[in-house]
């Protein structure tokens, strides 16, 4: 992608976290202390269990080196602003989901670029090699998610009426401008992007499915009542496409990664309205009893 597409790819992003901080209070993060139990597990699935399961389909299917490595990078991504919108339409604890997407996004700075290194190393052969810069890349997304993060934290502290005024218009330019985005890859990658849907669409969807489920049963698992455990599905399963897609093309310069991650963008919708429906089945099955 040219110059242009990058920055208003990285600035639609700015927009998103920016967005997400509006949302945000000091109290979502005390909630560790509220809910140990449930943040631990959505946390672990987010970090440990959602690469991993990414890794192990990317694997198992046969994939060109570029849609794996897609798969890789959105695996490594944390849950982004719509994972809380649909946790918020699915009945589930919204609280919970919003702490689970503050907490997991700090902690990916640290480890998205050591599991996208490796997913480089191991899916492009040895005359394609390319590496991250691990603190550079550290920075950037320091810079591109969490900044913005924190910029709208501290509006949402001192203008509240302003911030959640600004909370809806934010989040519907930014749905706008990845729309545009996805429309922008799918032109310049139209030469491969029928062979890499084919490709990516059936696993990017496996991985939204079992990662959703895998998020359900471990917190049912551990006793966790039922609307934080719809929290925790939702939060496993929806990971921050626009991150993933900005990691390809911003960091990598590579449109081609980030094909996966545009198919998920578009089909976590449908998966997310299924999830939806679930939930709100789910919490009147709870409430007759």
Known sequence: MDSIST???????????????????????????VYPKAILIGVTNQILIVPLLGFALASLFPLQPEVAIGIMILAACPGGPT??????????????????TAISSFITILTIPFIVNYALLHFLEEGQMIKLDVIN???????????PVSIGMIIRRYREAFAL??????????????????????????????????????VALCLNVVTMMVGYFSAKLFNIKNKSAISIAIESGIQNGTLAITIAVVLLENASFAIAPAVYSLLMFF???????????KNKAVNQH
């Not at 920055?7 to 202390?33: E, H, N, P, T």
């Not at 729309?179 to 030469?191: M, N, Y």
């Not at 998966?271 to 089945?281: E, H, P, Q, V």
């Open 271 to 281: 998966t997310g309205g299924a999830a939806i429906y679930f939930g709100i089945k």
């Open 137 to 147: 890349t550290i920075v950037q997304i320091l810079v591109i998610t969490i900044i």
């Open 165 to 202: 005024k600004m909370a809806k218009p934010v989040r519907i330019a930014s749905g706008i401008v990845i729309a545009l985005v996805i429309i922008g890859l799918t032109i310049k990658e139209r030469d491969n992007f029928v062979s890499y849907f084919q490709q990516a669409g059936v």
């Open 7 to 33: 920055i208003i790819l990285a600035s639609s992003l700015i927009i998103i976290m920016l967005g997400m901080g509006l949302s945000l209070v000091i109290d979502d993060f005390k909630r560790i202390f």
């Open 83 to 100: 994972s809380n919108l649909i946790s918020h339409l699915a009945k589930g604890d919204i609280a919970l989901s919003v702490t689970l």
